[in-house]
Structures are given as C-alpha cells and as structure tokens.
C-alpha cells in the first residue's frame, strides 16, 4: 500500500544500522509473535501499552500500523491503552503531522478522539487514551507490548494477551514546557519508526 510522499521521505532517512545488538534482542520477541501468526494466516493484533496511553503507546500504535502498510504484511491490527486513561498529548499529533500523517480531531472532547491517516485512502488509526483492556482493544490473541518501565512494572498480567513483550522507551514528557520539547518529541518518533521499520523488515512475507 503507498504511504504519503512525505511520510515516505521520512522513512528513506531512517538508518536501522543505528540500532543495537542488545535492542534487537529486546524486538525479537515482537518480530517472532508477527512471523507465527503470518506463517499461520491469523490477523496480527498487537496493543502498545504505555501509563497513561498519552505518548509512546500512540507512536508505537501508529508507527507499527504504519510500517505493516509499507511493507505490504496484511491482517495487522494496531492499538493503544494504558494503566488509566488521560489524553493524546497534543505535541504527539503534531510531531506525526510534521512528519507527514494527516491527523482530523473527529471528537472535540476532554479526551479527544483524533482519526490518523499514513494515505488518503487509508483506514483511519482511532487515536485517543483508554485503558489497555478497554472495549475498543482486543480481548484476546493479542501481543501486549509495554512501551514504559512503569506499567511494564505496574501490570504484571495483561488478561488476554497472547505474549507479553517489553519494549520500553524513554518518556519525552520530561522535556515538555522545556526549548528542547519538539526536538525531543521528533528523535522519540524517529527511534520507534526506526525500530518497528526494523520490526516488519524483518518479516518474511
């Protein structure tokens, strides 16, 4: 499936080589559990689990979906939560769109409900915060992948979850109302599609 030029160029600049021995060890799992469900013909459904599904958890939601559209590996299902629910924080849409994803705000709420396209003729990605076990989320099958230390620490079982796979960034909250914050919230962006280029390249189809 074609991905938006932009988006495009931003993936030419991604250098996988960047990525250590010691973190593909930490991907293995996750790129195993695709492998055996695509060996079986079963859809893939993965649930990026952060604190408080407002950062990570999103990137790693949309960059995946993302990546399983440009490699051309089917039946992928990406989706988010957390230990509680919040919010998408702002700057995460708009780093997304600095990097060429066409982002609507389908619901003006406290917790708003945004639609993510990587085309024009995409099914929109489903943004916004819930917990990991929410009726949005899948029930069962599914890979849980921890996105932060903390819930990784504060979730000891994921019902339903098939494997349980942590895969932990660091939190580019730390620099939010800082004048590094865009800076921080694009390398956090450019590592996770790094890593899930990394991920679904290694797919055998």
């Not at 599914?142 to 098939?162: K, Q, R, W």
Request: glycine share 4%; hydrophobic share 35%.
């Amino acid at each position: 499936m074609s991905i938006n030029k932009q988006i495009e160029e931003t993936i030419s600049t991604l250098k996988t080589e960047s990525i250590s021995q010691e973190r593909k060890q930490v991907l293995q799992p996750l790129v195993d559990f695709i492998q055996e469900k695509k060996t079986a013909k079963k859809t893939i459904h993965l649930n990026f689990i952060c604190t408080h599904n407002s950062r990570r958890s999103h990137l790693t939601q949309i960059w995946a979906k993302t990546m399983a559209a440009y490699f051309d590996i089917k039946n992928v299902n990406t989706y988010s939560g957390g230990t509680e629910a919040t919010a998408m924080f702002p700057k995460v849409g708009e780093t997304l769109v600095n990097q060429g994803f066409k982002i609507q705000k389908i619901a003006e709420v406290k917790n708003p409900i945004y639609a993510i396209k990587y085309n024009d003729n995409s099914q929109p990605i489903i943004g916004f915060s819930k917990k990991y076990d929410d009726e949005f989320n899948p029930k069962s099958e599914f890979a849980a992948i921890m996105t932060c230390s903390h819930a990784d620490g504060n979730c000891p079982f994921i019902s339903g979850a098939a494997k349980r796979i942590p895969i932990t960034y660091e939190d580019p909250k730390l620099f939010d109302e800082t004048p590094q914050q865009a800076e921080k919230y694009l390398e956090r962006s450019i590592q996770i599609a790094t890593e899930m280029y990394y991920v679904f390249s290694t797919i055998n189809k």
